[in-house]
Structures are given as structure tokens and as C-alpha cells.
């Protein structure tokens, strides 16, 4: 009984492979200029260049907020579109400019950090998302949150 299953199943399978429908892989559907079979000579990117991506704030009290502003430049050939920023905390707030920064515009994505609750080394994050390649660009601002002392 088991051999006879056995043989079943394979007969089925063999007669799905030699149907004969035929099936053509192609690259239709890869509509990427960014491909290596692209027929585009060239292909029109934004480009991210930050004076800096870190920022430092030193030592502060806890319960004081402070906010930096990290200039990007768009050094691409084609608009820049911030689509996202996000604080890898509630504590560590992004704004961004909504509209897309134009070739060779700057802009600035003002960052604050509020240090309520905070004790120690802070080291936070912000992450970019854009249509620049990479897609991502992560801007960091860290230092030290101190109690003050009671008197």
C-alpha cells in the first residue's frame, strides 16, 4: 500500500513538471534605474552631506531640555525627501523640514533632548529616512545628566 502511494505521488509530480505550459523568467518587472541592466545613462539621486552627525551637550541638569540643529546639505542631483525622523526615545524630539530640500539647498533637523527622568551617559539617537542611497542616516546626541545637588 505504501509503495503504491509512493508511486502515486510521483506520477503526479512528473506529469506537473512536463506540463506544457511554458514559463519564461524575465526583467520586465525590475523597473529600478538603479539596476545593472538599466538602459538610463544616468540616474538622478539625492546625496546627504552633514557638517556633523554627532553632537555632544557636555554635562547638564537633570530636568533641562536642549536642542541642536544638525545642517544637512543636498549634494545630489535630485530633490531630497525626508520622509521620517525618529528619536530612538520619547526623550529625544526630531523636526524636520516636510518640504523636499532642492540640489545644493541646506536645511536643518532640530533636535531636542529632554533630560527629565534621566540620570548619567545619554547616548541617543535620531534616525533619517530618505530617498537619498542609503535610505538612512543616523544623527546622535549624547552627554552626561547630573542631579543637582540640594541644599
Not at 530633490?79 to 523636526?95: F, H, M, N, Q, R
Not at 531636542?112 to 534621566?118: D, H, R, Y
Not at 529616512?129 to 542616516?137: C, F, G, L, Y
Amino acid at each position: 500500500m505504501k509503495h503504491f502511494i509512493l508511486l502515486l505521488v510521483s506520477l503526479v509530480l512528473l506529469s506537473c513538471s512536463l506540463s506544457s505550459d511554458e514559463k519564461t523568467i524575465t526583467t520586465d518587472l525590475v523597473s529600478s534605474p538603479l539596476t545593472a541592466n538599466s538602459k538610463a545613462e544616468k540616474v538622478l539621486t539625492p546625496n546627504i552631506e552633514m557638517i556633523e552627525t554627532s553632537y555632544d551637550f557636555g554635562e547638564m541638569q537633570q530636568g533641562k531640555s536642549v536642542t541642536h540643529d544638525f545642517i544637512l546639505k543636498n549634494t545630489g542631483d535630485a530633490d531630497l525627501i525626508i520622509t521620517a525622523a525618529k528619536g530612538s526615545c520619547g526623550c529625544t524630539v526630531p523636526e524636520w523640514p516636510k518640504n523636499p530640500i532642492g540640489k545644493g539647498e541646506e536645511a536643518a533637523i532640530k533636535v531636542t533632548f529632554n533630560s527629565a527622568g534621566k540620570l548619567g551617559k545619554q547616548n541617543k539617537t535620531v534616525t533619517l529616512v530618505t530617498n537619498a542611497m542609503p535610505n538612512t542616516k543616523v544623527i546622535t546626541i549624547n552627554g552626561n545628566v547630573i542631579v543637582p545637588q540640594k541644599k
